[in-house]
């Protein structure tokens, strides 16, 4: 992994995220070791080169490094670590899911038989971890390197986007990306009313409204969500609002009251409670770090 990990270095010239060349791939870098701390997980697949997480979801625990990459097939909000050793920055590559792109190539796992049926087990998970194999280092490698030169990427990159999600698709644990693009399953029907929510999360939401764009009864809902997600939703959506508003308040300096009003909280006192309870320190000490 030596060559990924050079690769990576150069495209990361920052802490935290770094956009490429290419669409819907980022490379993402940490100097530091962090201890357990909430987290807001975009739905995509993390390949590390270097260094190694642990994410908490509902008390499970999922490790992935260098050996393992880590698969979101919704956005979830979660708890995490990162171990890092000094001197070797944590470097991860991070590619969002393309639902389009996923339609077609299980479309085609289908029409070629029994591999698509092996790995098209009911499966409702909203992240897993797998192990790497040779032929998807070697493709991600050979991305990681295009990625380095803007005609590259355009040329090239599209292709190997889509040959590193045909590898994970041939992986033993991929039950939960099948589900995600498949007619009636509760991931795929979740995954619709999620989206209508990351996008609207500082309004005023109605459960029965998201229940019913997930084509499920309101109790249905609630039980299935809570399954995957492990929280409510009226619970996700204040994890959302509080992680934005930690972003606002870290990435671009915005005031309190500001900040809680744009992530749909009508009572500062009351965001500036819930922030605290969930990150374990106000949003006055977050915007002075």
Not at 161 to 179: C, D, Q, S, T, Y
Request: proline share 5%; with cysteine.
């Amino acid at each position: 992994m030596s060559s990924l990990v050079d690769n990576l270095s150069v495209l990361a010239a920052k802490e935290g995220y770094n956009r490429t060349a290419l669409s819907g791939v980022g490379v993402f870098r940490s100097d530091s070791s962090s201890a357990r701390e909430p987290l807001c997980y975009s739905q995509g697949v993390i390949i590390m080169a270097q260094g190694s997480k642990r994410v908490y979801l509902d008390e499970q625990a999922y490790d992935y490094n260098p050996d393992n990459y880590l698969v979101l097939t919704l956005p979830l909000p979660a708890e995490c670590e990162t171990l890092v050793e000094p001197g070797k920055p944590m470097l991860s590559l991070i590619l969002d899911i393309d639902i389009t792109l996923l339609n077609e190539l299980v479309r085609l796992f289908d029409e070629h038989g029994p591999l698509g049926q092996r790995a098209r087990q009911p499966d409702n998970k909203g992240l897993y971890v797998s192990q790497c194999t040779d032929e998807l280092s070697c493709v991600v490698e050979r991305l990681a390197q295009v990625l380095r030169s803007p005609m590259e990427s355009a040329v090239l990159g599209a292709g190997l986007k889509r040959e590193v999600l045909f590898h994970i698709l041939k992986g033993p644990n991929a039950a939960p990306l099948f589900a995600l693009v498949s007619h009636n399953t509760h991931l795929a029907r979740l995954e619709r009313a999620m989206k209508y929510l990351h996008e609207h999360y500082d309004q005023n939401l109605d459960v029965e409204q998201l229940a019913a764009m997930a084509n499920m009864s309101p109790s249905s809902f609630h039980r299935n969500f809570r399954q995957i997600t492990a929280s409510s939703p009226i619970q996700y959506v204040k994890k959302i609002r509080l992680t934005r508003a930690r972003e606002l308040l870290m990435d671009q300096g915005v005031k309190v009251k500001q900040a809680a009003a744009r992530v749909g909280y009508e009572s500062p006192t009351q965001f500036s409670r819930e922030f605290k309870r969930y990150f374990g320190h106000s949003p006055q000490e977050t915007l002075s770090a």
